[in-house]
């Protein structure tokens, strides 16, 4: 038995199945995470020159690849700052919201359903069957006000056996603080009720997905930016506030009621009330999608 071919085998098939498995968002990992693993590399070099049976070398490698495997998908280190780890079925309760004044949130998320709702926390994570992922929160204080910046990563677990069986997620955050969202929503089904936000700037940028969005007046100038590529969205935005489209979209559908064309991308509606609330701009990049943008 050649112990080079065995060795080399083992590793490529090991290699291949992770691969698959991160394809299919069964298991997470980066490349930083990979480069971390370069220790091993002296410990297989290590084996390789023990004057011992080849036998023993293939155990001793595939033990040392059980080891390796096990440091790549279940990291000790933890981030820093708050660090809180996401399990199936856990809600996240963080610090007391009513203390911080700004909070942006970035968040990266697969495939699923997604579900954005007021809460009491500043933010809490509910569903089923979710693989584990980071939340992390770092706080900062200016001028006695408070921020948080949180980094939200979260997938479901693909479920081989059942293609059919829908994951839904529950991202509640509090309605407190003004908030700045960057989210990249891969290829899902999105319905975020915003109306009780106060919502500074709101980026979307998604890929084979379904938006569902509904827009608040509870601050005054609204920055929307929405980037997908083949997309059913669908925006509501309230009646009280003026509301700018700039649509830079090529081959999508387009179905903004009560809007009046200034040009070939700008659209504006005037608000329909006696209050004037403020104002929403709204940026539409989009490849082949539907695109509907209504009053309520």
Known sequence: MRY???????????AGLLWLLKSLQIVDFGWHDVLALWPFILIWTGISVIPVKNVIRIILDILT???????LLFPCNKPDNVGIRITDKVAVETLDSLEYAYAELSMNAGA?????????ALIEIKGLEMSERYLNIVESQEDNMRSAEITLNIHPFVDIIDNNQEKEMYVLLNPTPVWEMDLDMGASRSIMDMRDYKIQSLSIDAGVSDIALTLGDKYSDVEVEVSTGVTNLSMKVPLNMKCVIENKSALSGLNFKGFTQLSK??????????TVKGVIHITLESGVSNLSVERY
Do not use: M, R
């Not at 080079?4 to 090991?14: A, D, H």
């Not at 690849?65 to 440091?71: R, T, W």
């Not at 699923?112 to 009491?120: E, L």
């Open 4 to 14: 080079k071919s065995v060795f080399w085998g083992i590793l490529f098939i090991t």
């Open 65 to 71: 690849l059980c080891v390796a495997l096990f440091v």
């Open 112 to 120: 699923g359903t997604f579900i954005f709702a007021p809460g009491n």
């Open 265 to 274: 991308q700008e659209y504006v509606s005037e608000s329909q009330s006696d």
